[in-house]
Structure formats: C-alpha cells, structure tokens
C-alpha cells in the first residue's frame, strides 16, 4: 500500500507520503518526483532505456529520504531521464542501495529546484504505516 | 502564528517581540502596510521568521519585507545578518536559486513609434531565449570553460563580445564575486550548468518588455535614462540546474556538519554552520561561483536580446542599455554600523534586494549621487517598479529591499481558477503579447496569483528604504 497526496503550499509543493513500509514508502517518494517532473510519463508502460544505481548514507530515516529524492532528482537533470521503477536491493534506517531505471525525456514540465527538509519527519502514523510530508521548492 | 502576536511600531513597521520564545536572539519584524498583513499571516511566514530570529550570531532583528510568504526554513522575502566571521552562513537564508535576480534594460525607442511590432518582437525574443525546463542553450560549455565562467562572472560573457566592458560597472559586485572557487563546486552542479547559459527556465522566470508608464522622482529617472513613453527589458532568472545543486550539496553537507557544532535548528532547512569553519567558507566560494554563473546568464540573455531587437528593428546598436542587475538570493559580507562602530556581518537575503543609497562607490558615475536602482517585478499583466536605494536602508534593513509582488495563492489553487488561454486573449485585448511554453505556466503566474505590488512598493518607499523613481507596464513576456 502506498499513498501520495499533493497539499496547498503558497509557492512550493507539500506532498504527503503514507505506505505500509519503509520501502514502499520511498517507492511513493520517486512516483511523486516522477510525477511532478512528467506527469503521466511513468503510466503507460515505457520501455526502460537506462538504468543507475544509488547508494546514500544518511544520519537517519528522513535525511535518507530526503537525500535519496535530492539524489534521484540530480540523476533526472544529468541524464535528462524520468525514472519510473525503484527496486530497492538493501535498505536500513540510514542506508539504501537500490537501482532506478527509466527512459530519456526532450524536456521536463516542471522546473522542480530542490527537495527540501523542510517539514520532512518519516514515521509511524496511529495505523502503524510510514507517513511524511516532503516540500519540493519549484 | 496570528496576526494579534504583532505589535505594530509604525505604519509600516510591526515586531514580535524576543518574549515570543525563548530561543529568540533578537526580535522579528515585518515591513507591510496594514493591507498586506492578513496575507503574510495567513500561512507560515511568521512562525519561519521567528526560526530565523533563532540562528546562532544573528544580530538586531530578523526581517521580512512586505511581499513575504511562506518558503521553506528561511520565509521568502527574509533578511537576516550574521555576525562576522564567527556567526552562521546558512544556504537555507539564500535560497535554491543563487544570484536569482533582475537586471532592466533602458531603451531610448518610444513604445508609440513601434507599438504594433509588439507581438513581432515577442516571438523573436522567445526563438532568441532559449526556456523550459532542461532545455539547453546555444551554449556549450567544457569544462575549462565553466571553471572560467565560475570565477568571472558576467566579464566572461563580455570577453566574447556579448555585451561591453560598461555593462559591468552596471552589475551588483559589477557581476563577479571574487571569493568564487570552482573547485568547492561538484562535478554534478558543473555538469547540469554546461548547457545552461543563455537561458531562463521557468517557473516565475521572465524576459519582459515593458513601456515607461509613470515617473515619480525626475532627477533619479534622468539619471536612470528613463524616459516616459519610451521601452525597457526586464530580465528575471538565476544560476539554474548548477545553483540548484550547489545549495541541494552544501544543505546537505551541513545537515551533517551541525552535531559538530551543537547546532540544532527548529528546522532542518535552516541548516548552518559557523561562517569561520571548513564547511562555512567551502560554502560561501561555491555559492560566489553560482552566484557569478548567474551574473553570466543574465549577461548572456541580454546578448540574446539584442539579436532579437536586431532582427526585428535591423540594428543592433538600437538595444537596449543595462540600466542595472541586481541580486535577491545571496550572502554578502557588508559593513554596518552598531553602537557607533562599524562592523562586518554576513547579510542573507532570501528573496530580498540590495537597496543602497547615494555614494556607494561601486555605483557608476551616472547615478552614483542618486543611489542604486532597485528593480521591483510585478507579476505578469501588472505594473513593475524601478525604485532608488537610501541610507536609509542601512540603519534599518542591512540595505535591503522587497524583490517582487509576493505569492498570495498556491500554484495549484491558480491553475484550478485561472482559464490560461482566456487569461492569454485577455492580456492580448489590453495589448500585451504574452509567449510560453505552457498554458500551466501562464496560469501559475497570472496577475491573481500576486499581492498589489503597488502596496508592496508602497510600504518600502513609506519606510524610506527605496524611494519610487518610476512605474514600468508590460508589452511583451516571454515565459518558459
């Protein structure tokens, strides 16, 4: 189960995230960018043309988030490639290797500058899924 | 926050007081006329100033000017300054987009002499500027080339040939930051600049032609070269994909570094460190090089311009002349006095611009006895101001300035309201030609999105810290 939810934010975007794991909630995080990028890009079955791997060590579990979208975004600009598909083959609360692959993209629809900390707390909602909301500055 | 936790000082001028909480180093104060307050109350402004009132070394006061909203960390709109060298640089009190600024071109054509080349002129400027997202421009950069660019800033762009060694005097810094090191910059943010020159992404970013509708103070607009009647160019956009990166890195790099220093902000995006330290000064040279990539940009857009003027009008020495470019997402270290004494401070302004007064030496000659002109952009369809810095601003601000209108609506809530091609034809009837990648674009950015920039202007001019020299009205935008 996963859960992403697009909230009002002034000039930014506030996303919230809510899985029923740790993984699946950083499979929500990447829909969302993917989303946010291009949206609709990852719906219709694309062919996968490249693929890279991640490898982030972070202090803990919302700075691992964080800097895995901060990561994912960077890999989106330097390749100028959407990445629809995170298999993720090792993961803790402050570690995460996982392989994303996707397809090359002429152009992005939304110029998004940054993932932010800002707001970012992944925990355990009153269900016992992962929750957290993430403000993306565009 | 709510609005009956400020206590209003002037007209102008309202405090939350260092009682607030008990973290506070020096008080909050917001610059707005009344009619702007409910809007700055109403979502998270407030409660991200009085955070900033928190950074370890910041001295007299947080700030926010009256086109403030809610950001991430630092509210946008924010000044902060820092104590010199041992007080916090924090990334998070600049911003994503480093050096994102404005410059104004003045132009000594008449809009009534060429009125009806308007939307000519505006698909020129669009084949000419290269926006949108991930798209590249006509330039190339290696990588000998982009260390260049990063240490010389908007001189590169006059090295080869675009633009003149006069454009510099007109430039903040005259467009270098000679901290700059290209080597605290990563390979990942050199890499996402190499294609970037020369072009203005999207987002807010703009390239506008805007006539001279209104002259409020005559020495300074004579000084200015602004004429009534005649065209001007404003530019708006920053360091792109390789400002971005630097902050994304350097944010990073001190969510990290702060357990060292026993630093622990309310908020993470107010990550910060010591400016003395390793990871301080690495920060400053690589935000200096972004900074100065920007500069270039903006030099290179303006080149760009006058192709377009070219094509359309058959000279290029017709172009239009950089009146000014100025930077609202920096760090400086600028000089105030405190107690009588002068000091050095680390000044932050997040979506704030320099407004220095008269006798600033780094002035140019023309208007050194006026002071620095301040470049207020309305939103699309609405007026933009050019205004004059004071001394004034000094004692009151560390220099600083509004940079805008100031969101008032959600991008989402503005597409979901606003008819785009409606909102187009609109602005064609009233006689300005809007050109974009999207309909999106034009919708986040419609007029209905901003607070009244003439409120904005107005508060800062009834403070003193920039005095209204001249009201400019759009013609043509070009947006990504």
Redesign the interface.
């Known amino acids: 189960m996963k859960k992403i939810e697009?909230l009002?934010?002034?000039?930014?975007?506030r996303i919230r995230l809510e899985a029923d794991s740790l993984e699946q909630l950083f499979c929500a995080s990447a829909e969302a960018l993917s989303e946010m990028?291009y949206p609709g890009f990852c719906n219709d079955g694309k062919t996968l043309t490249i693929g890279r791997s991640l490898h982030i060590i972070?202090?803990d579990r919302?700075?691992l988030l964080i800097?895995f979208l901060?990561e994912l975004?960077?890999l989106a600009?330097?390749e100028?490639a959407i990445f629809c598909y995170v298999h993720i083959e090792k993961m803790s609360e402050t570690q995460i290797n996982a392989i994303v692959s996707g397809a090359l993209?002429?152009?992005?629809?939304?110029?998004v500058?940054?993932?932010?900390?800002?707001?970012?707390n992944v925990q355990k909602n009153e269900t016992g899924n992962w929750e957290t909301i993430v403000?993306v500055?565009? | 926050m709510k609005k009956q936790h400020l206590q209003k000082i002037e007209d102008y001028l309202w405090e939350i007081p260092r009682s607030y909480n008990a973290n506070m180093h020096v008080p909050a104060r917001v610059y707005a006329l009344e009619g702007l307050i409910d809007a700055i109350s109403s979502?998270r402004s407030l409660d991200q100033l009085v955070n900033v009132a928190t950074l370890p070394g910041i001295m007299k006061a947080s700030m926010v000017m009256p086109d403030a909203?809610?950001?991430?960390?630092f509210p946008?709109g924010g000044v902060a300054a820092t104590q010199y060298p041992d007080g916090v640089i924090s990334p998070g009190g600049i911003?994503?987009?480093i050096n994102c600024g404005v410059r104004l071109m003045v132009s000594k054509m008449r809009y009534e002499d060429v009125a009806d080349r308007m939307e000519d002129l505006s698909k020129e400027l669009y084949k000419q500027i290269p926006s949108?997202?991930?798209?590249g421009g006509m330039i190339q950069l290696n990588r000998k080339a982009m260390e260049d660019v990063l240490i010389k800033g908007a001189e590169w762009a006059v090295d080869k040939g675009m633009g003149s060694l006069e454009d510099l005097e007109h430039i903040e810094n005259h467009g270098c930051l000679k901290e700059a090191d290209p080597a605290t910059v990563s390979d990942?943010a050199k890499?996402?600049g190499l294609d970037q020159l020369g072009t203005i992404?999207?987002?807010n970013h703009f390239v506008e032609i805007d006539v001279v509708d209104q002259i409020f103070h005559e020495e300074a607009a004579g000084a200015f070269g602004l004429q009534k009647g005649n065209l001007a160019v404003l530019i708006h956009t920053g360091s792109r994909?390789l400002g971005?990166?630097v902050?994304?890195d350097y944010?990073?790099l001190m969510?990290?570094a702060m357990p060292k220093y026993e630093y622990k902000p309310p908020?993470?995006?107010l990550?910060c460190v010591p400016f003395s330290s390793e990871e301080g000064q690495q920060y400053f040279k690589a935000m200096c090089a972004a900074a100065n990539f920007a500069w270039c940009n903006r030099q290179v857009i303006s080149w760009e311009v006058c192709k377009a003027w070219e094509n359309v009008f058959g000279s290029y020495s017709d172009c239009p002349k950089l009146l000014y470019d100025v930077a609202h997402n920096i760090a400086k270290i600028e000089e105030y006095t405190f107690n009588g004494k002068m000091e050095k401070v680390i000044v932050h302004r997040k979506g704030a611009t320099r407004a220095f007064g008269a006798d600033f030496e780094e002035l140019p000659r023309a208007f050194r006895h006026i002071g620095q002109p301040v470049l207020i952009p309305g939103s699309m369809g609405t007026e933009s101001y050019v205004l004059v810095g004071t001394n004034k601003s000094l004692e009151l601000t560390f220099g600083s300035s509004c940079h805008g209108a100031g969101?008032?609506?959600?991008?989402?809530?503005a597409k979901r309201q606003v008819n785009a091609p409606g909102l187009q034809e609109q602005l064609k009837k009233q006689g300005i030609f809007v050109t974009a990648g999207?309909f999106?674009g034009i919708a986040e950015e419609a007029p209905v999105a901003y607070k009244d920039v003439n409120l904005v202007v107005e508060t800062v001019h009834r403070a003193g810290i920039a005095l209204k020299v001249a009201k400019l009205k759009p013609k043509a935008v070009i947006k990504?």
Do not use: C
């Open positions: 697009f009002p934010h002034i000039a930014d975007v990028l972070s202090m919302t700075t800097d901060s975004l960077t600009y330097t100028k993209v002429d152009g992005f629809e939304e110029d500058k940054a993932v932010t900390y800002h707001e970012a403000i500055d565009i | 979502d909203h809610e950001g991430y960390g946008i911003g994503y987009d949108g997202v991930g798209k990942k890499q996402r992404g999207a987002g994909g971005h990166q902050a994304t944010i990073r969510v990290n908020d993470r995006e990550a969101r008032r609506m959600s991008r989402r809530a999207s999106k990504g």
